[in-house]
């Protein structure tokens, strides 16, 4: 009987020292998880953000469309200018002058050849930009455009976001998950996720990161 009731004791003590070490570790381990999967929402959100301000270079507006923005990126092109000839080659400039020529030119060069310049996109990478990364293709970017007016002038605005809950485990770290949007929003005053961009109110499309 006393051996009996020395291995349930040891049991319990065990049992006990698991759930110790669990929530010890457990929110450690979730500031990881969350820290190596945000920065890949971030590298992603950026990249979306970089082609929101070329089409807008273009058409004066953003788009709150993925497919308008994957088309753009894909087909689009962007008008570029380059100089001549060097400014400090008087004999080069003379020339130019004498036939009545300015010192730039205009030219077309594709948006995915240009925007996210020195890296190179596939045509893969620009479909997938709709997608929250860690999601298999299946969680989409809330994206969202539109105008606000400011001092009597409009301005484009645009926003796109990944809420925690779309990209964090909610089962594993499911009280984690809710301390933090919680965290987020009631003490901090910030949003629960990544975030770049403002729909109501002008923020030079700042991330919420930076």
């Known amino acids: 009987m006393k051996k009996v009731l020395q291995i349930c004791l040891a049991i319990v003590i065990i049992a006990l020292a698991y759930v110790v070490y669990r929530q010890i570790a457990t929110p450690v381990e979730f500031d990881n998880e969350r820290k190596t999967k945000e920065a890949a929402v971030i590298e992603r959100i950026k990249d979306i953000r970089t082609a929101e301000r070329a089409f807008k270079s ?6 709150g469309s993925f497919d308008t923005l994957i088309n753009f990126i894909l087909n689009d092109s962007l008008i570029m200018e ?12 003379a020339q130019l002058k004498l036939r009545k020529i ?14 996210f310049a020195p890296r190179k996109l596939s045509v893969a990478d620009v479909q997938n930009l709709r997608y929250i990364p860690g999601t298999e293709n299946k969680v989409e970017f809330l994206l969202a455009a ?6 009597n002038v409009v301005v484009p605005v645009m926003e796109c976001k990944a809420p925690y809950k779309m990209f964090l485990d909610t089962v594993k770290y499911r009280q984690e998950l ?18 770049v961009g403002d729909i109501n109110q002008p923020n030079n499309e700042a991330g919420n990161w930076e």
């Open 82 to 93: 380059r100089r001549l000839v060097d400014e400090d080659d008087s004999a080069a400039m």
């Open 102 to 115: 300015q010192n730039v030119e205009e030219f077309s060069i594709p948006v995915i050849d240009t925007v």
């Open 178 to 195: 809710i301390n933090l949007i919680d965290e987020n929003k009631n003490i901090y005053n910030k949003y629960p996720g990544v975030k």
């Open 58 to 63: 273009k058409y004066q507006r953003f788009t």
């Open 146 to 151: 539109g105008s606000v007016e400011t001092g």
